[in-house]
């Protein structure tokens, strides 16, 4: 069955870094866009970074210059390298794959909590 599990989440000061990883299973990761979403409380859920089948990237305003999202279609995985966190940053990162048309399918991980506190 279709697999998406998020790792490298946890607490983190102001300031630092984090890499998070998605591992996919059970379906064409190659074929798929990829994107870290995030969710803070109280707040909905929020594009973070894509990256598309030809690698081809994009970023939230807040983010860029300071995420990075890759991924590695040998190993059906996306990274997101997150540097210079702020307590802003703060909330529950979700990993997403999407095809479109005529497929139109769309996939969600569980979620990984990345906490930035001193």
């Known amino acids: 069955q279709v697999q998406l599990v998020e790792s490298g989440g946890g607490l983190v000061q102001p300031g630092g870094s984090l890499r998070l990883s998605c591992a996919a299973s059970?379906?064409?990761?190659?074929?798929?866009?990829m994107s870290w979403y995030r969710q803070a409380p109280g707040k909905e859920r929020e594009l973070v970074a894509g990256?598309?089948?030809?690698?081809?990237?994009n970023y939230a305003d807040s983010v860029k210059g300071r995420f990075t999202i890759s991924r590695d279609n040998t190993k059906n995985t996306v990274y997101l390298r997150m540097n210079g966190l702020n307590p802003e940053d703060a909330a529950v990162y979700y990993c997403?794959?999407?095809?479109?048309?005529?497929?139109?399918?769309?996939?969600w991980g569980q979620g990984t909590q990345v906490t930035v506190s001193s």
């Open positions: 997403n794959a999407k095809r479109g048309a005529p497929w139109n399918t769309n996939y």
């Open positions: 059970g379906f064409s990761f190659s074929r798929y866009a």
């Open positions: 990256i598309t089948t030809t690698s081809g990237t």
